[in-house]
């Protein structure tokens, strides 16, 4: 029983490993790319963590595979916002079937940031 | 049983972390290659936690999670390098 349900963990999360990688590579754009392979990736992680606790079942690994998953679940989100912005900053061009880009409304967002003293990076 | 299964795990990991490295290489700006980065980091610590419960070793997963830190500073390390470079 088990077996079972560790063969079921640890098939599906490398599935959804192999979806999110499969999407950064056919996405036409970086941030759908960002978006396919973090979501895909975080929980295909988290499956093959639940697994591995399962697997290994003494309380030293389950405490280390839980920091593993605290940790990623909550690094993960944050990368992806941080490369998106720099990206966007960076002027990487949008696909061109992009409906909606809401910052284009502003006419200069980065004057802004700059002239407030101090502030971040 | 489980070796059957950790076996397809690990190569479906690994076709996995071929398919992420040809976007590393090919991707046409670098926010793609860190994107690319990302997520081979975050695919090698899922086979180092599934090789360190298939052959019963605790400690190889330490270094998942050493693995797992750098990956998220270099990240914000490239990020940072990238909007900074722009505004110069």
Same mark, same amino acid.
């Not at chain 1, 640890?10 to 941030?31: S, T």
């Not at chain 1, 079937?97 to 407030?116: C, F, I, K, S, Y």
């Not at chain 2, 693995?67 to 505004?87: D, M, N, P, Q, S």
């Given at each position: 029983?088990? #077996?079972?349900?560790? =063969?079921?963990? +640890?098939?599906?999360?490398?599935?959804?490993?192999?979806?999110?990688? &499969?999407?950064?590579?056919?996405?036409?754009?970086?941030?759908?790319?960002m978006?396919?392979?973090?979501?895909?990736?975080?929980?295909?992680?988290?499956?093959?963590?639940?697994?591995? =606790?399962?697997?290994?079942?003494?309380?030293?690994?389950?405490?280390?595979?839980?920091?593993?998953?605290?940790?990623?679940?909550? /690094? /993960?989100? &944050?990368a992806a916002?941080v490369i998106a912005?720099a990206a966007?900053?960076?002027?990487?061009?949008? +696909?061109?079937?992009?409906?909606?880009?809401?910052?284009?409304?502003?006419?200069?967002?980065?004057?802004?940031? #700059?002239?407030?003293?101090?502030?971040?990076? | 049983?489980?070796?059957? !299964?950790?076996?397809? %795990?690990?190569? %479906?990991?690994?076709?996995?972390?071929?398919?992420?490295?040809?976007?590393?290489?090919?991707?046409?700006?670098?926010p793609?290659?860190i994107v690319?980065?990302?997520?081979?980091?975050?695919?090698?610590?899922?086979?180092? !936690?599934?090789?360190?419960?298939?052959?019963?070793?605790?400690?190889?997963?330490?270094?998942?999670?050493?693995?797992?830190?750098?990956?998220?500073?270099?990240?914000?390390?490239?990020a940072?390098?990238?909007?900074?470079?722009?505004?110069?």
């Amino acid at each position: 029983m088990m #077996e079972i349900l560790i =063969a079921l963990f +640890w098939l599906a999360g490398a599935l959804f490993a192999l979806l999110g990688a &499969v999407g950064l590579l056919r996405m036409p754009d970086v941030f759908t790319r960002m978006q396919a392979s973090t979501k895909a990736s975080t929980l295909g992680l988290g499956c093959l963590l639940l697994g591995a =606790a399962l697997q290994m079942g003494d309380f030293g690994s389950l405490i280390r595979v839980a920091s593993i998953g605290a940790f990623v679940l909550l /690094t /993960t989100p &944050v990368a992806a916002h941080v490369i998106a912005r720099a990206a966007y900053f960076a002027d990487v061009p949008l +696909w061109e079937g992009t409906v909606l880009d809401e910052r284009r409304r502003h006419p200069d967002p980065r004057g802004e940031a #700059e002239q407030r003293p101090g502030g971040p990076g | 049983m489980v070796d059957i !299964v950790a076996h397809i %795990t690990l190569a %479906t990991l690994g076709i996995a972390l071929l398919v992420s490295v040809v976007r590393l290489v090919k991707g046409p700006s670098l926010p793609d290659r860190i994107v690319a980065m990302d997520l081979v980091g975050v695919l090698v610590v899922g086979f180092i !936690v599934v090789l360190a419960a298939w052959t019963g070793v605790q400690a190889t997963l330490d270094a998942a999670i050493v693995i797992a830190l750098i990956g998220f500073l270099g990240t914000i390390a490239y990020a940072t390098y990238v909007e900074r470079g722009h505004r110069e």
